[in-house]
């Protein structure tokens, strides 16, 4: 049975991090391309960043330069360093993997390009 379990977010004050995990069982995440995605509440589901099979990445404009997306195959987990976090990062924030190996190429953090899914971990942001 595919499954993804994200852990990691909380409460954290404006210019703080934190580090989300995507861990994955039932199948190997290193032959699958990962996304991250968040949804505020009111808003529709965003794309935050993916990587690629050859550990390539892509972000969203609003989180370029903050947020780190990685791999670690022998954990078979992706993770997601977010620095310097803003009040505007705040949602739940969930991992999916997209059954294209060239999802994350052709759709970017784009949520219509990704199968399978996690269940999500809150991240606040506020002093």
């Known amino acids: 049975q595919v499954q993804l379990v994200e852990s990691g977010g909380g409460l954290v004050q404006p210019g703080g991090s934190l580090r989300l995990s995507c861990v994955a069982s039932?199948?190997?995440?290193?032959?699958?391309?990962v996304g991250w995605f968040r949804q505020a509440p009111g808003d529709e589901r965003e794309g935050v960043s993916c990587?690629?099979?050859?550990?390539?990445?892509d972000y969203a404009d609003s989180v370029r330069g903050r947020f780190t997306i990685s791999r670690d195959n022998a954990e078979n987990t992706v993770y997601l360093q977010m620095n310097s976090l803003k009040p505007e990062d705040t949602g739940v924030y969930y991992c999916?993997?997209?059954?294209?190996?060239?999802?994350?190429?052709?759709?970017?953090?784009?949520?219509?390009?990704?199968?399978?899914w996690g269940q999500g971990t809150q991240v606040t942001v506020s002093s």
């Open positions: 999916a993997a997209s059954r294209w190996p060239n999802g994350c190429e052709a759709y970017g953090p784009n949520p219509g390009g990704y199968d399978y």
């Open positions: 039932g199948f190997i995440m290193a032959n699958y391309p």
């Open positions: 990587i690629t099979l050859t550990d390539k990445s």
